[in-house]
């Protein structure tokens, strides 16, 4: 069975930081392509990022210089890291694997002006 477990969300003050994690299991991790969504209420899901099977990154143009996303294979765990964040990065971050259309549960950034 697949399970993708997100972590690291939380509350932080504009242009702050914060690591999200997506600990995959019962998936070939090594073979597939990851990637993050966001969710912020009254709207719908919007893709913002990729990391390949091979590394390679892919980034939606509103994160672009600030989140950063990579991946552990030993550990089988994707990161996004969120730099200098806004108000409007407010949303449920959610981890997908594309192998097999699997969704993690979410978690909670929230970002204060």
């Known amino acids: 069975q697949v399970q993708l477990v997100e972590s690291g969300g939380g509350l932080v003050q504009a242009g702050g930081s914060l690591r999200l994690s997506c600990a995959v299991s019962?998936?070939?991790?090594?073979?597939?392509?990851i990637g993050w969504y966001r969710q912020a209420p009254g709207s719908q899901r919007e893709w913002v990022a990729n990391?390949?099977?091979?590394?390679?990154?892919y980034y939606t143009d509103s994160v672009k210089g600030r989140f950063a996303i990579s991946r552990d294979s030993a550990k089988n765990t994707v990161f996004l890291q969120l730099n200098n964040l806004k108000p409007e990065d407010t949303a449920m971050y959610y981890c997908?694997?594309?192998?097999?259309?699997?969704w993690g549960q979410g978690t909670q950034v929230t970002v204060s002006s």
């Open positions: 019962g998936s070939t991790f090594s073979n597939n392509t």
């Open positions: 990391v390949g099977s091979g590394g390679n990154t």
């Open positions: 997908y694997d594309y192998g097999g259309g699997y």
